[in-house]
């Protein structure tokens, strides 16, 4: 992830949506890295802006790995990523990047993990925004007494990526995880 949030983008942005198990993701990205995952239902609703340029194949690389994530065959993500946040959310969104396949954190300990243990909700807000949900594997934070929590996709979608993640890691790809 960059370390310079106010650098322009290089180059073009493109844009293309995906169909996936959990709805119609938009996949974002410049020739730098994906910048943006949306969900088609989630809270923070977003546009294409009119300068981007829907295309499939400069996403291909990110699509690909999405559908192996869906389908149980992949649990890390190997993707240049380019998110765009302050120095606060960039090393909030370094720590989620660092949580392993199939395991849950609280918001506490992610505050923890970053040395700033009194900025508990600072750390949900930037949690929150994270452009990259799923790649950055935001849904793996979850309340100190172990409830699942708010999710920009909403917490069906939430229940839904853990539990494709506990079923991989148990081996069980048969189980109904919605």
Known sequence: MTNDPHRPCNGPIHYDDIDSPIGRLRLVAGRDGLHEIWFEQGRHQKAARPEWI????????AR?????????ERTTFDLPLR???????????????????????????LARRIEQPLAVRAVGAA???NPLPIVVPCHRVIGSNGSLT????GLPTKRYLLALEQRVAEGDLFANGR
């Open 83 to 109: 998110p765009l946040g302050t120095p606060f959310q960039l090393a909030v969104w370094q720590e989620l990047a660092r949580i392993p396949y199939g395991v849950t954190i609280s918001y506490g300990e």
């Open 54 to 61: 829907r295309a499939a194949e400069p996403l291909a690389f």
């Open 127 to 129: 949690n929150g925004r």
């Open 150 to 153: 708010g999710f920009g996709g």
């Open 64 to 72: 690909v790995q999405l559908e192996e994530y869906f389908a149980g």
